[in-house]
Antibody, heavy 119, light 108 residues
Framework: EVQLVESGGGLVQPGGSLRLSCAAS????????MSWVRQAPGKGLEWVSV???????YYADSVKGRFTISRHISKNTLYLQMNNLKPEDTAVYYC?????????????WGQGSLVTVSS | EIVLTQSPGTLSLSPGERATLSCRAS???????LAWYQQKPGQAPRLLMY???NRATGIPDRFTGSGSGTDFTLTISRLEPEDFAVYYC?????????FGQGTRVDMK
């Protein structure tokens, strides 16, 4: 059974930093395209970042230069380092697996981790 | 960037009725790159359909996806109580993804 468990969310002041973790079981982070998707309170879904199996990262324009996606192979864990946080980054952050490189859909999702950016 | 526009914003229907949800893309996209998700309050999204018309594992056959080019549709043939939720379409454009703004299916 695949499980993705996010952690690391919380309250942070504008300009601050936070690192989210996504511990995976039942799949190998290294062998998959892994992504972060966020959802602001009461709003829709927004793709944030992806890391390919080969290690290449990509980012939405809204977070480029501030967020860094990475992974720890032996811990089978995905990370999202978030720097220079803004109030508009307030959201539930989900990690998700890209099921198919050819079709680009997300089949497994974590339960989400809430990040609140406020003074 | 391809923009996905979903309509209507809210659909108020009764159990047993048919629901038709629309997703329109700002430019033509391959049907291989169009997916649908269901989200209930406090839960993560759940994959319903991929490649426009393929049901994900465990999704009942009352859910049907169709469309091509710029116009895609999710149809729920007979609404069950558990189908009242928010539905999102999503497209993949090679190293970036976008979602529609969602359609809420409410119980009338």
């Amino acid at each position: 059974e695949v499980q993705l468990v996010e952690s690391g969310g919380g309250l942070v002041q504008p300009g601050g930093s936070l690192r989210l973790s996504c511990a995976a079981s039942g799949l190998t982070v290294r062998s998959n395209y892994m992504s972060w998707v966020r959802q602001a309170p009461g709003k829709g879904l927004e793709w944030v970042s992806v890391i390919y199996s080969g290690g290449s990262p990509y980012y939405a324009d809204s977070v480029k230069g501030r967020f860094t996606i990475s992974r720890h192979i032996s811990k089978n864990t995905l990370y999202l380092q978030m720097n220079n946080l803004k109030p508009e980054d307030t959201a539930v952050y989900y990690c998700a697996r890209v099921a198919s490189v050819e079709e680009g859909y997300f089949d497994y999702w974590g339960q989400g981790s809430l990040v609140t950016v406020s003074s | 960037e391809i923009v996905l526009t979903q309509s209507p914003g809210t659909l108020s229907l009764s159990p047993g009725e048919r629901a038709t949800l629309s997703c329109r893309a700002s430019q033509s996209l391959s049907s291989s790159y169009l997916a649908w998700y269901q989200q209930k309050p406090g839960q993560a999204p759940r994959l319903l359909m991929y490649a426009a018309s393929n049901r994900a594992t465990g999704i009942p056959d009352r859910f049907t996806g169709s469309g091509s080019g710029t116009d895609f549709t999710l149809t729920i043939s007979r609404l069950e109580p558990e189908d009242f939720a928010v539905y999102y379409c999503q497209q993949y454009a090679g190293s970036s993804w976008t979602f529609g703004q969602g359609t809420r299916v409410d119980m009338k």
